[in-house]
């Protein structure tokens, strides 16, 4: 079975600051996909990331960073100097690359607020 | 530059009543999802689409039904609609690759009484 875990529920931050949102996953896949996608107040869904499981580069967009580890099963997101439209409701997922298992699996979000 | 397109964007049903929600996707996708997100919580697959004419069981299917006559349209049916169902429903499509992002539309907000 696989499981995203998003731990932190909400986070407030005073603007300019640093922010990490936490996401563990759980897969018995080798291969296998990570996202994370943004929902803002406005409600829509947005996509930011995908790492595939064999791709354990760091990468940074921006004031944007993902850091993937797979020795902790880790997914984690960095906010460099945050800003008020940072915030929003920010969700992890897990895909399996197993035939007739192609689901994507979301964490409950972590509920991001940017304090100005 | 539609992307995936739901209809409506909002509506309130009284409890046993019926309704289809309506999705499109203009890119030619080949999977698409329809999700429901109840208040504070994360997206549950209802049902999935790996192409026309096939349709599979998600997480929380019960009291919902699906078909995918065409590429284009994934409309979910709510049969007996029941205030468990209260949800904004978010339809999702996929192009060739299952790994590929899922492209979502605005969402359907949904209440029943």
């Known amino acids: 079975a696989q499981k995203v875990t998003q731990a932190q529920t909400e986070i407030s931050v005073v603007e300019k600051e640093d922010v990490t949102l936490d996401c563990v996953y759980e897969?018995?896949?080798?291969?296998?996909?990570l996202f994370w996608y943004k929902q803002p107040p406005s409600g829509e869904l947005v996509f930011l990331i995908r790492r595939n499981s064999f791709d354990e580069q760091n990468e940074i967009s921006g004031r944007y960073s993902w850091n993937f580890q797979k020795s902790t099963s880790s997914f984690n997101f960095t906010i460099t100097a945050s800003q008020v439209v940072d915030s929003a409701v920010y969700f992890c997922a897990l895909l399996s690359s197993n035939f007739g298992n192609e689901k994507l699996t979301f964490g409950t979000g972590t509920r991001l607020t940017i304090i100005p | 530059n539609a992307g995936v397109t739901q209809t409506p964007k909002f509506r309130i049903l009284k409890i046993g009543q019926s309704m289809t929600l309506q999705c499109a996707q203009d890119m030619n996708h080949n999977y698409m999802y329809w999700y429901r997100q109840d208040p504070g919580m994360g997206l549950k697959l209802i049902y999935y689409?790996?192409?026309?004419?096939?349709?599979d069981k998600g997480e929380v299917p019960n009291g919902y039904n699906v078909s995918r006559s065409t590429t284009e349209d994934f409309p979910l049916r709510l049969e007996l609609a029941a205030p468990s169902q209260t949800s904004v429903y978010f339809c999702?499509?996929?192009?060739?690759?299952?790994?590929?992002?899922?492209?979502f539309g605005d969402g359907t907000r949904l209440s029943i009484l």
């Open positions: 897969t018995r896949d080798t291969t296998y996909y």
């Open positions: 689409s790996v192409g026309a004419g096939i349709t």
């Open positions: 999702a499509s996929t192009g060739t690759k299952i790994n590929q992002p899922q492209h």
